[in-house]
């Protein structure tokens, strides 16, 4: 008799719990159980480990997105707060260059008068 028979004769209950961690690579349980009950039970307790790891898994993931997004949305409202700056730094500077050429129009205006 070869092992591999022995080994499904003593354990007649066997589950595998197979979970795909990325494209080239996952992990496998095999839960070998002479009673049907335990078998389960295994394979329950199993898949609740892998559903908690998997849970705390993705609440870090997007922990560290959540600080990412409000990363960006920082930078994004520093560089909006410099854009108005800018504008408001260019519409003085447009209002003082009207006002320039109105004090050199109303000169020249007295030089061709005179």
């Known amino acids: 008799m070869s092992e591999q028979t022995s080994l499904a004769e003593r354990f007649p209950y066997q589950c ?4 795909r961690v990325t494209d080239e690579e996952s992990v496998e349980f095999a839960i070998f159980r002479a009673e049907r009950d335990g078998a389960l039970d295994d394979m329950a307790r199993v ?5 908690a ?17 409000l ?23 447009q209002r003082d260059l009207d006002e320039l ?3 050199l129009k109303k000169k020249r205006a007295r030089l061709n008068v005179a």
Do not use: W
Not at 16 to 19: D, S
């Open 71 to 93: 990363t960006i949305e920082r930078r994004i409202e520093d560089r909006g707060e410099r854009c108005r700056a800018l504008e408001a730094e260019i519409d003085q500077k």
């Open 47 to 51: 898949l609740a480990d892998l559903r």
């Open 16 to 19: 595998r719990v197979i979970r």
């Open 101 to 103: 050429e109105a004090q």
């Open 53 to 69: 790891h998997r849970t705390e898994h993705n609440k870090l993931v997007v922990e560290t997105m959540e600080k990412q997004v």
